[in-house]
C-alpha cells in the first residue's frame, strides 16, 4: 500500500524552512559583528588568585582553562607569567555553519609581578571592507573570568 503525502503537507514544510534558512543566511550576510563584539580597547579583567595557590599550578590550570575553550597558546612564558593564544575563529559561529571567518578572538594573559593577579585581555577582530577592526569580545570576557577563578580565583 503506497502513502501519499498532501500537497499542504509539503506546502508548511516549505513555508517553515524559507525563514529559517532566510533568517540565518541574512544573518550572515548583512555583515554585521557578532553582538559580543564591542569596538575599541577596554575587555580586560583582573583576577585575585587564592593567597595558598602556587604559580606554577595557577599557570597550569590557565593554559588548561584555554585549550577546553579552543583558545591555543602560541607564545608561552612562564617565568614571565605571560600566555598568548593564536586567534580563534570558531569563538562566533553560526548554526550548521560553523566558525566565522570574518571575525576572530585571542587571549592575552598576564600574572602581575607580586603573583597575586591574573590579568586577561580577549582581543577580538570584526574583518570589514578590507581590514581588521580591532575591539574586544564580552563573551570571552564572562566566560574565562567565571572559569578561572572558579579554578584559582579567590
Given amino acids: 500500500m503506497k502513502k501519499t503525502v498532501s500537497k499542504g503537507f509539503w506546502l508548511g514544510m516549505l513555508a517553515?524552512?524559507?525563514?529559517?534558512?532566510?533568517?540565518?543566511?541574512?544573518?550572515?550576510?548583512?555583515g554585521r559583528p557578532p553582538a559580543t563584539f564591542q569596538r575599541g580597547a577596554g575587555g580586560e579583567t583582573a583576577i585575585l588568585l587564592r593567597s595558598d595557590m602556587e604559580f606554577e599550578h595557577a599557570f597550569r590550570e590557565l593554559i588548561f582553562i584555554l585549550n577546553r575553550h579552543n583558545f591555543n597558546p602560541v607564545m608561552v612564558q612562564p617565568e614571565a607569567g605571560?600566555?598568548?593564544?593564536?586567534?580563534?575563529?570558531q569563538w562566533f559561529s553560526v548554526p550548521g555553519q560553523g566558525g566565522v571567518d570574518r571575525y576572530r578572538v585571542r587571549i592575552i594573559a598576564q600574572f602581575n609581578p607580586g603573583r597575586t593577579q591574573l590579568i586577561i585581555n580577549p582581543e577580538g577582530e570584526w574583518f570589514e571592507n578590507g581590514m581588521?577592526?580591532?575591539?574586544?569580545?564580552?563573551?570571552?570576557?564572562?566566560?574565562?573570568?567565571n572559569d578561572i577563578t572558579m579554578a584559582i580565583g579567590n
Avoid at 517553515?16 to 548583512?30: D, K, Q, R
Fill in 16 to 30: 517553515m524552512m524559507v525563514p529559517v534558512f532566510g533568517m540565518t543566511f541574512l544573518g550572515c550576510a548583512t
Fill in 82 to 89: 605571560f600566555v598568548r593564544t593564536g586567534w580563534n575563529y
Fill in 132 to 145: 581588521w577592526i580591532r575591539g574586544w569580545d564580552t563573551r570571552a570576557v564572562e566566560t574565562l573570568r
